[in-house]
């Protein structure tokens, strides 16, 4: 039994809260059990440098945790005046994430910035970010269909988020962070709509593993993933129609 | 009439979340028509270095907006890697403000800081920081009080901020952004329960203003702050009983 | 009596030292007291990004104490590698101070630096660099006046600024160092030389204060600046003629 | 067939050259293919302040690369004066690979600082370093053991790394720079001398894989591993014995 | 003929005025032609962490320019968040000069630290600074020795600076800017009362020099520093005397 | 006699690979003794902006150690986040040194970077790099000259640099760090294939020098540079004819 009296391949409740900044063109709080954030997307009508003159889109993120998201209060990385590794490791991984559904030459040469700032936290932020980043995406983008007259969104596919572990050498499903800082292998996943994998990121620092124990985590995280990708068909529905395509 | 339909005296809607965040010692969400902070309290067992040793506490306080707070994107100041000489300014504004209010003395070697985190601007963010802050530092208290039976809470008196200013020759309490960005003169004002003045600033770099305009505006921002310090009374009736007393 | 044996309504002795350093368009060596500052205005014919193509132009200030300007010496700003929060709030309030009585449509798109540093402090180094830096600018914009052939300086009127307190429970003007750092009130006040208020920035950390003690401070610090601003007309002889009108 | 020439299963080949910086208690200059990496292990007797007075030790790592060890010139971290997020991630991946077969209770209270510097890059320096300073630390080790007259190393396991990827629909080993930048998928791998794996980083940003292609990545990637371990084996055939144990 | 006038082994006019800053323990305002330069010693009852319990003291030194100091208004090395190459090469410079003429043992666990600001800029400024910062230290010294009852100063020696070079093929002393700027051979040369080199540093960046070249500006180079030093003499009259002895 | 058994006026054994890093346009391995660095030459076409539109090349260096190059392990600078003042001054050092033999006309709107990383340190990694560079750039341009059909290369003379030091009374050629870290005096000497001194840095901290001291030092410096340069000459044989003429 779980702390929280889960069962092992079973997700912590979801919420999520869509246009919860009046100011942002797509915005929600994502909230999986106790951990909430809010992930808003920014459109700006031009590419960075390195992506200029290719009529392409660009897709970016940014991550980071009020002082008082956690346990004990940490140090801003504004007062500091420097990113952690790890910040810069999760926004990398929100924005290579979310490239990987988007048609940048459809999206044109535009960027999407994609903030996700955990006001509460309890592990699993960066799945959960991933997650509410691309509902946030997608609502912005839809709001941009209307206003350009778009046939379809240039999403290539719905995506999700979530983390998977071995705890006490049992597999377990969306590790809350009491459970997290206790496993002996974390992995984050991140899935298309359709099931395939788009990033694969596990860790065995505390004890290594095994192909069989890796062939679990995987299928717990499939199974988390497809009830977080319905639950983002309900909050999204009137685009999924206008999702998929080519990439 | 005002942008939105407000008398010249009238404050925008209040609304005072209490608990917002499990992990802080104190905690609020605050709500001045579209502005809204959440403000926490963390209390720390030690003291900045150049207090140590004199047997008394600190109150220091941080400020921040989320990058979509805005109308535009702001870029975040953890990835400038700096702070902005208006982030430093309200802060500092903000920690002067509530050590007024605190017997630093009977708090003790401890250190409380007061996060005021922006998650949505709508103008007067960082007067409703103040007026969240305090709440939140009262609560923190409030469960110190509980834990190390003091009789009292080591806070002298309640402490509101709002802002008042001249737009189109006319004299305005708390004003919204659009008010805001095209005043003639904008003024903060800190005040505490009994209607002492803890900080007036006022700043005519668009018009300066005389003696008697200045006077209607600190009899406005009264009225104003006596309105917010009943709100708060409401919001802390557990501790109304066991604030007041000499610093 | 005051520690100088000023009576509590008296500045301390001023002298204003003109073309103190020969590079700049303008410059003054100014002393209250023991403080002394040098100011020096620099023209630059560009504006900064944000106020490009409107053709107004730009006033900017920047503020600095000589390490060994105090009572023990200070690190550098530089060697820290950033402003301090205290830096930043005062180059904001010289800089919005001198901008509120420049004409900035007729200046043009040029930007007048004004550079502040202490070289020897003593209590009020905000203010004698701000009525300090009114006479370099006033001397630099002479000069463009000679050769730009202009029939007025784009200065609408004279500026000052000085401090006022509370010490001792009496309200005193001027504060020198041994004042201000045991002051139970401390305000700013900067005014045109019409006697408009431009900036009030009071405080009362150790002590909030009452409606009637802000008055009495308000009318201390008028008397001050009018003396100021007398002693600016003597330096500035030249220009007096030329200074006025509409913003 | 690949660029040069290799089969789809078949690692570039292998230099490890031991002893190469006569002041570092282990190093190695490790060439795989035209990748060369100098890695030097150093010994400190004190760990970092948040493992301190636990009686165990720690691994940390730091990656760069010279200016002109890529095609273009890249400028300095140093210069810009800060780390970039891929150092950050590469330096937190070796760190944590290391740590993962070391005993660091059996360590003591000592900081062992793997320092691994890309003198030429192409493709796989991330997995180059990995594999390299494994052998680095080993001998550095190897002298304290001497010293110490430890009967084992603290070493649980050999520990190597490579890549792995699809280029062209094709399922590759060990990828060069030119396969890399045109990969779909890229995965590194590291795994401990008895197949375990301890990190699995998987991204398919150009385009999603699927379970059948995953399970292809890692055979592909054991058999590789297997191949780097042997190596390891006979550059430290002094210490082959030594190594192994409980964590 | 220069084009101030001077004959080629002619020294600009010097003025050393002592007591300039009335915090520091030593401090003068030195003016060699249009250089001026503020110079404070400051004392300090500690040593930097690497001199610690050696019973040793340090001397130290720091050099900055005011904005406009220069013809051109240069922007803060505190705005930029960093020293320049040109400052921290200057500052290295003065405290290593400096420090050659100090006997650390004497002096005791003390810092004194040199604070170099050039107030106006006209070539020079480097070794104004020394010849200033030594008459500083000094003083401060002398100070100290009636404080401490020493029989003597921890001063070995005089000790002042000079810039000659080679201009249009001419051999001169001290250059001003306009010289300095199109100068073939620029050197800096350090000496001591008794004439001793302390510093040479020459660069022909725009042209070599030949042995004979270099012979011929030493010479220069050690006729004007006797007579800074004579200058040294008269201003510190005072402690002539208890100057000197082994170090 | 020495440490390492050399004679006072004998340099350590010299070994200067070429080609040493394939993506380099000019690469070196430099051996001086156990000093050892890589110097490339990477050419851009393009000129910092303050050389634009002057039809003239640029010269730039810069230095950097491995953190294990010496005896105990030194704190990178990239994690440091800023250059020390000796980083700084070296690669200016460098950058002005070989500068003063190339003729940037000839050059053209080009900038060549020099980078020297030393990998290994003993003592004169300074002179090293400069001695180095100059090999690694002139195989960069002699790369050049076939490409662009250049008769000449734009490189006036030849370059090379050395140390001298007193150490126990005695003036010694090439100093080894323990030598070094021991001497009165040290000075470092840049010199053209002619013979003509383009940078004399000497200081003697520790003790001063006399003119027939320094006369000394620079005869030793001369004859170590002379044997440098043939070193030089034997490993550019292709260019040897192509080097030479006006500025």
């Given at each position: 039994m779980?702390?929280?009296?889960?069962?092992?391949n079973e997700l912590r409740p979801i919420k999520i809260t869509k246009d919860y900044i009046k100011h942002a063109e797509g915005s929600v709080l994502i909230e999986i059990g106790d951990t909430k954030v809010i992930c808003t997307a920014s459109i700006e009508d031009k590419v960075p440098p390195f992506m200029r003159g290719q009529g392409k889109g660009w897709i970016t993120a940014e991550y980071s945790m009020l002082p008082r998201a956690?346990?004990?209060?940490?140090?801003?990385?504004?007062?500091?005046?420097?990113?952690?590794?790890?910040?810069?490791?999760?926004?990398?991984?929100?924005?290579?994430?979310?490239?990987?559904?988007?048609?940048?030459?459809?999206?044109?040469?535009?960027?999407?910035?994609?903030?996700?700032?955990?006001?509460?936290?309890?592990g699993g932020t960066r799945t959960a970010s991933i997650t509410g980043a691309f509902v946030a995406m997608v609502d912005a983008l839809g709001k941009l269909k209307e206003k350009n007259g778009w046939e379809k969104l240039p999403i290539i596919d719905f995506l999700a988020a979530t983390s998977v572990g071995i705890v006490n050498?049992?597999?377990?499903?969306?590790?809350?962070?009491?459970?997290?800082?206790?496993?002996?292998?974390d992995m984050n996943i991140v899935m298309t709509g359709k099931g395939q994998f788009v990033e694969?990121?596990?860790?065995?620092?505390?004890?290594?593993?095994?192909s069989e124990q890796l062939t679990g985590l995987l299928e717990l995280g499939k199974k988390g993933i497809d009830e977080l990708v319905s639950k983002?068909?309900?909050?999204?529905?009137?685009?999924?129609?206008f999702i998929g395509g080519e990439a």
């Open positions: 779980r702390p929280d009296q889960r069962r092992s956690t346990e004990t209060r940490n140090i801003r990385e504004s007062s500091k005046g420097k990113l952690s590794g790890r910040t810069m490791e999760i926004q990398r991984l929100i924005g290579r994430a979310l490239r990987s559904v988007v048609d940048l030459q459809r999206l044109g040469e535009k960027t999407v910035w994609l903030d996700c700032d955990v006001i509460q936290a309890d050498d049992e597999l377990v499903l969306d590790l809350a962070y009491v459970e997290d800082s206790s496993a002996e292998v694969v990121q596990g860790t065995g620092e505390e004890s290594p593993f095994s983002q068909k309900e909050v999204l529905s009137d685009w999924v129609l």
